[in-house]
Protein backbone atom coordinates (compact mmCIF):
# COMPACT_ATOMS: atom_id res chain seq x y z
CA UNK A 1 0.00 0.00 0.00
CA UNK A 2 0.83 3.60 -0.55
CA UNK A 3 0.27 7.27 -0.74
CA UNK A 4 -0.82 9.84 1.38
CA UNK A 5 -3.57 8.25 4.23
CA UNK A 6 -4.05 10.04 7.80
CA UNK A 7 -1.11 8.97 10.13
CA UNK A 8 0.03 9.81 13.89
CA UNK A 9 2.49 8.55 15.84
CA UNK A 10 2.18 5.91 18.88
CA UNK A 11 2.18 7.78 22.19
CA UNK A 12 3.40 6.23 25.45
CA UNK A 13 7.09 6.68 27.14
CA UNK A 14 9.39 4.98 25.83
CA UNK A 15 10.64 1.46 28.16
CA UNK A 16 13.79 2.42 29.84
CA UNK A 17 15.01 -1.11 30.78
CA UNK A 18 14.59 -4.42 28.74
CA UNK A 19 13.87 -7.22 31.11
CA UNK A 20 12.31 -10.41 30.63
CA UNK A 21 8.43 -9.76 32.63
CA UNK A 22 8.16 -11.91 35.66
CA UNK A 23 6.23 -14.63 34.06
CA UNK A 24 8.97 -15.56 31.92
CA UNK A 25 11.75 -14.98 34.31
CA UNK A 26 9.40 -17.79 36.57
CA UNK A 27 9.30 -20.62 33.96
CA UNK A 28 11.49 -23.44 34.32
CA UNK A 29 10.96 -23.80 30.24
CA UNK A 30 9.52 -22.82 27.60
CA UNK A 31 7.68 -25.28 25.48
CA UNK A 32 6.02 -23.57 22.10
CA UNK A 33 3.55 -21.39 21.21
CA UNK A 34 -0.33 -21.10 20.74
CA UNK A 35 -1.44 -20.15 17.52
CA UNK A 36 -5.53 -18.37 18.14
CA UNK A 37 -8.11 -18.79 15.76
CA UNK A 38 -8.81 -14.80 15.49
CA UNK A 39 -10.31 -14.32 11.84
CA UNK A 40 -7.96 -11.66 9.94
CA UNK A 41 -4.82 -11.09 12.49
CA UNK A 42 -2.57 -12.44 14.46
CA UNK A 43 -2.65 -13.73 18.36
CA UNK A 44 -0.21 -16.05 19.88
CA UNK A 45 0.56 -17.26 23.47
CA UNK A 46 3.62 -17.74 24.13
CA UNK A 47 3.77 -21.28 26.87
CA UNK A 48 5.91 -22.59 29.98
CA UNK A 49 6.00 -26.00 30.77
CA UNK A 50 2.84 -26.36 32.01
CA UNK A 51 0.78 -24.85 29.36
CA UNK A 52 0.23 -21.19 31.00
CA UNK A 53 1.31 -17.87 28.86
CA UNK A 54 3.70 -16.03 29.76
CA UNK A 55 3.64 -13.27 26.96
CA UNK A 56 0.82 -12.84 24.70
CA UNK A 57 2.40 -11.71 21.11
CA UNK A 58 -0.18 -9.45 19.21
CA UNK A 59 -4.08 -9.60 20.42
CA UNK A 60 -5.42 -9.07 17.16
CA UNK A 61 -8.76 -10.06 15.15
CA UNK A 62 -10.70 -8.64 12.58
CA UNK A 63 -12.77 -10.05 9.74
CA UNK A 64 -14.06 -13.51 10.57
CA UNK A 65 -13.20 -13.18 13.98
CA UNK A 66 -15.36 -15.41 16.74
CA UNK A 67 -15.57 -12.37 19.07
CA UNK A 68 -18.55 -10.55 17.61
CA UNK A 69 -21.62 -10.39 19.74
CA UNK A 70 -19.70 -12.08 22.67
CA UNK A 71 -19.67 -10.24 26.32
CA UNK A 72 -16.64 -8.47 27.83
CA UNK A 73 -16.39 -11.57 30.16
CA UNK A 74 -16.72 -14.09 27.24
CA UNK A 75 -13.58 -12.67 25.31
CA UNK A 76 -11.53 -12.44 28.48
CA UNK A 77 -12.51 -16.15 28.24
CA UNK A 78 -11.97 -17.30 24.53
CA UNK A 79 -8.48 -15.12 24.75
CA UNK A 80 -7.42 -15.38 27.95
CA UNK A 81 -4.35 -12.74 29.65
CA UNK A 82 -3.34 -12.94 33.15
CA UNK A 83 -2.49 -10.07 35.49
CA UNK A 84 1.06 -10.59 35.40
CA UNK A 85 0.77 -10.80 31.28
CA UNK A 86 3.12 -9.14 29.10
CA UNK A 87 1.27 -8.15 25.80
CA UNK A 88 3.52 -7.11 22.82
CA UNK A 89 2.69 -5.90 19.30
CA UNK A 90 4.73 -6.38 16.69
CA UNK A 91 3.21 -3.71 14.44
CA UNK A 92 0.48 -1.03 14.53
CA UNK A 93 -1.86 -2.81 11.67
CA UNK A 94 -5.64 -2.98 13.21
CA UNK A 95 -5.52 -6.82 12.81
CA UNK A 96 -2.62 -7.29 15.43
CA UNK A 97 -4.25 -5.50 18.07
CA UNK A 98 -8.17 -5.27 17.15
CA UNK A 99 -8.95 -7.41 20.25
CA UNK A 100 -7.91 -5.72 22.67
CA UNK A 101 -10.96 -2.88 22.68
CA UNK A 102 -13.66 -5.96 22.77
CA UNK A 103 -12.55 -7.03 26.31
CA UNK A 104 -11.26 -5.44 29.67
CA UNK A 105 -8.22 -8.23 30.63
CA UNK A 106 -5.86 -7.26 28.12
CA UNK A 107 -6.05 -3.37 28.24
CA UNK A 108 -5.00 -3.90 31.90
CA UNK A 109 -1.90 -5.46 31.70
CA UNK A 110 1.75 -4.20 30.69
CA UNK A 111 1.91 -3.85 26.47
CA UNK A 112 5.57 -3.54 25.43
CA UNK A 113 5.06 -1.76 21.60
CA UNK A 114 7.40 -0.36 18.11
CA UNK A 115 7.16 2.92 18.00
CA UNK A 116 5.58 3.86 14.60
CA UNK A 117 3.68 5.85 12.53
CA UNK A 118 0.43 4.65 12.24
CA UNK A 119 -3.54 5.31 11.68
CA UNK A 120 -5.12 7.51 14.22
CA UNK A 121 -6.94 5.31 15.35
CA UNK A 122 -4.20 2.69 16.73
CA UNK A 123 -3.02 6.20 18.44
CA UNK A 124 -6.77 6.45 20.25
CA UNK A 125 -6.10 2.85 21.54
CA UNK A 126 -2.47 3.27 22.99
CA UNK A 127 -3.58 6.55 24.49
CA UNK A 128 -6.23 4.34 26.55
CA UNK A 129 -4.04 1.61 27.73
CA UNK A 130 -3.19 1.38 31.43
CA UNK A 131 0.41 0.61 30.68
CA UNK A 132 2.32 0.85 27.49
CA UNK A 133 5.72 1.51 27.12
CA UNK A 134 7.18 1.98 23.77
CA UNK A 135 10.47 0.04 22.05
CA UNK A 136 12.31 3.55 20.87
CA UNK A 137 14.12 3.79 17.57
CA UNK A 138 17.58 3.83 18.83
CA UNK A 139 16.73 0.05 19.35
CA UNK A 140 16.75 -0.92 16.09
CA UNK A 141 18.56 -3.69 15.16
CA UNK A 142 19.21 -5.23 18.64
CA UNK A 143 18.30 -8.61 19.82
CA UNK A 144 17.04 -8.92 23.38
CA UNK A 145 16.65 -11.81 25.02
CA UNK A 146 13.94 -13.23 27.87
CA UNK A 147 15.11 -15.77 29.33
CA UNK A 148 13.43 -18.51 31.19
CA UNK A 149 14.93 -20.67 34.19
CA UNK A 150 16.64 -23.54 31.98
CA UNK A 151 18.30 -21.59 28.93
CA UNK A 152 15.05 -21.25 26.56
CA UNK A 153 14.41 -17.99 25.59
CA UNK A 154 12.34 -15.36 23.61
CA UNK A 155 14.20 -13.66 21.10
CA UNK A 156 13.31 -10.50 19.17
CA UNK A 157 14.61 -7.48 17.84
CA UNK A 158 12.54 -4.46 16.30
CA UNK A 159 13.80 -4.98 12.36
CA UNK A 160 13.71 -0.83 11.04
CA UNK A 161 12.86 2.74 11.86
CA UNK A 162 9.75 4.22 11.28
CA UNK A 163 8.83 6.85 9.02
CA UNK A 164 9.42 10.62 10.14
CA UNK A 165 6.54 11.67 8.64
CA UNK A 166 2.93 11.10 9.65
CA UNK A 167 1.69 12.57 6.34
CA UNK A 168 3.30 9.73 4.40
CA UNK A 169 1.98 5.97 4.96
CA UNK A 170 4.86 3.94 6.31
CA UNK A 171 4.97 0.31 6.29
CA UNK A 172 4.64 -1.40 9.46
CA UNK A 173 5.41 -4.87 8.43
CA UNK A 174 9.03 -3.64 7.90
CA UNK A 175 9.51 -1.56 10.77
CA UNK A 176 7.59 -3.72 13.71
CA UNK A 177 9.08 -6.31 15.84
CA UNK A 178 9.75 -9.99 15.01
CA UNK A 179 10.39 -12.55 17.37
CA UNK A 180 11.80 -16.19 18.11
CA UNK A 181 11.19 -18.82 20.51
CA UNK A 182 14.62 -20.88 20.85
CA UNK A 183 14.99 -24.32 22.80
CA UNK A 184 18.65 -24.78 24.01
CA UNK A 185 17.22 -27.14 27.02
CA UNK A 186 18.00 -30.36 25.33
CA UNK A 187 20.88 -29.45 23.23
CA UNK A 188 19.05 -29.31 20.28
CA UNK A 189 19.20 -25.52 19.86
CA UNK A 190 15.32 -25.72 18.05
CA UNK A 191 13.64 -22.32 16.96
CA UNK A 192 9.76 -21.28 16.66
CA UNK A 193 9.54 -18.63 13.93
CA UNK A 194 7.12 -15.49 14.88
CA UNK A 195 7.98 -12.83 12.24
CA UNK A 196 4.30 -10.74 12.64
CA UNK A 197 4.18 -9.11 9.19
CA UNK A 198 7.46 -9.23 8.03
CA UNK A 199 9.04 -11.11 5.59
CA UNK A 200 11.88 -14.09 7.09
CA UNK A 201 14.83 -12.12 4.95
CA UNK A 202 13.98 -8.77 6.45
CA UNK A 203 15.20 -10.16 10.06
CA UNK A 204 18.82 -10.22 10.77
CA UNK A 205 17.95 -12.24 13.64
CA UNK A 206 16.68 -15.01 11.87
CA UNK A 207 19.41 -15.28 9.19
CA UNK A 208 21.61 -15.31 12.20
CA UNK A 209 19.80 -18.41 14.06
CA UNK A 210 19.94 -19.98 11.12
CA UNK A 211 23.48 -19.92 10.76
CA UNK A 212 23.97 -20.94 14.19
CA UNK A 213 22.84 -24.49 13.42
CA UNK A 214 19.66 -24.55 14.89
CA UNK A 215 17.14 -26.64 13.65
CA UNK A 216 13.51 -25.63 12.45
CA UNK A 217 10.24 -26.76 14.36
CA UNK A 218 7.51 -24.73 13.63
CA UNK A 219 6.83 -21.30 12.22
CA UNK A 220 3.71 -18.58 11.42
CA UNK A 221 3.40 -17.62 7.72
CA UNK A 222 4.25 -13.79 7.76
CA UNK A 223 1.28 -11.43 7.04
CA UNK A 224 -1.18 -14.35 7.11
CA UNK A 225 0.68 -16.23 4.23
CA UNK A 226 0.50 -13.52 1.72
CA UNK A 227 2.44 -13.73 -1.72
CA UNK A 228 3.91 -10.30 -1.20
CA UNK A 229 6.73 -9.96 -1.02
CA UNK A 230 8.31 -13.32 -0.94
CA UNK A 231 11.56 -13.01 -2.57
CA UNK A 232 13.98 -15.45 -3.00
CA UNK A 233 15.97 -14.41 0.18
CA UNK A 234 12.82 -15.80 1.88
CA UNK A 235 13.13 -18.94 0.17
CA UNK A 236 16.68 -19.79 0.31
CA UNK A 237 16.47 -18.59 3.97
CA UNK A 238 13.41 -21.64 4.55
CA UNK A 239 15.87 -23.93 2.32
CA UNK A 240 18.70 -23.72 3.62
CA UNK A 241 17.21 -24.22 7.41
CA UNK A 242 17.37 -28.05 8.69
CA UNK A 243 13.96 -29.23 10.25
CA UNK A 244 13.71 -30.51 13.80
CA UNK A 245 13.69 -34.42 13.80
CA UNK A 246 11.08 -35.89 14.86
CA UNK A 247 8.26 -34.39 13.32
CA UNK A 248 7.52 -31.88 10.08
CA UNK A 249 7.72 -28.32 10.37
CA UNK A 250 4.37 -26.65 11.48
CA UNK A 251 3.56 -23.59 9.31
CA UNK A 252 0.57 -21.90 10.42
CA UNK A 253 -1.25 -19.58 8.87
CA UNK A 254 -3.64 -17.01 10.60
CA UNK A 255 -6.54 -15.38 8.00
CA UNK A 256 -9.85 -14.66 8.05
CA UNK A 257 -11.58 -17.09 5.79
CA UNK A 258 -12.68 -15.55 2.60
CA UNK A 259 -10.69 -12.31 3.27
CA UNK A 260 -10.57 -9.52 -0.08
CA UNK A 261 -6.62 -9.99 0.22
CA UNK A 262 -6.87 -13.30 -1.13
CA UNK A 263 -4.26 -15.03 1.80
CA UNK A 264 -3.13 -17.49 2.11
CA UNK A 265 -0.91 -18.75 -1.03
CA UNK A 266 0.36 -21.98 0.33
CA UNK A 267 2.81 -22.66 -2.44
CA UNK A 268 4.92 -20.10 -0.76
CA UNK A 269 6.43 -22.23 1.39
CA UNK A 270 7.47 -25.43 -0.11
CA UNK A 271 10.75 -25.12 0.05
CA UNK A 272 10.21 -26.30 3.24
CA UNK A 273 10.97 -30.21 2.12
CA UNK A 274 9.08 -31.72 5.28
CA UNK A 275 5.75 -29.32 6.34
CA UNK A 276 2.62 -29.66 8.12
CA UNK A 277 0.41 -26.98 7.07
CA UNK A 278 -2.33 -25.74 9.46
CA UNK A 279 -4.82 -23.18 8.81
CA UNK A 280 -6.98 -21.45 11.03
CA UNK A 281 -10.11 -21.11 9.16
CA UNK A 282 -10.28 -25.21 9.23
CA UNK A 283 -9.57 -25.26 13.08
CA UNK A 284 -12.81 -23.97 13.54
CA UNK A 285 -14.73 -26.62 11.62
CA UNK A 286 -13.55 -29.30 14.19
CA UNK A 287 -14.45 -26.48 17.35
CA UNK A 288 -10.58 -26.24 18.15
CA UNK A 289 -10.02 -22.71 19.41
CA UNK A 290 -5.88 -22.96 18.44
CA UNK A 291 -3.11 -24.80 17.18
CA UNK A 292 0.30 -25.26 19.11
CA UNK A 293 3.55 -25.45 17.65
CA UNK A 294 5.52 -27.21 20.43
CA UNK A 295 9.34 -28.12 20.51
CA UNK A 296 10.08 -31.76 20.62
Not at 170 to 197: F, K, M, Y
Amino acid sequence: MSGKLERARIGGADVAHIKAPLAVARARAIIGARIYDVGQGDAIAILNEAGETILQLDYGGRQDNPFEGKSRVEVDRMLPVSTDALVMVTHWDEDHWSTGPKGEAAKAVDWLVPRQVTSPRAVRFAADLAKVRCIPEPLVGRVFEYRAQNGDAILWQKIAKSSPSPSVHENCNRTGVAVALLRRSDGAGQVILLPGDAPFDEVPLFDALRTSGTTLTGLVAYHHGSKYPLRNGTRSLLRDWPVTPGGPCDVVFSYGAGNSYGHPHLDRYDTLTTRREVATPALRTTKAAYHDILFR
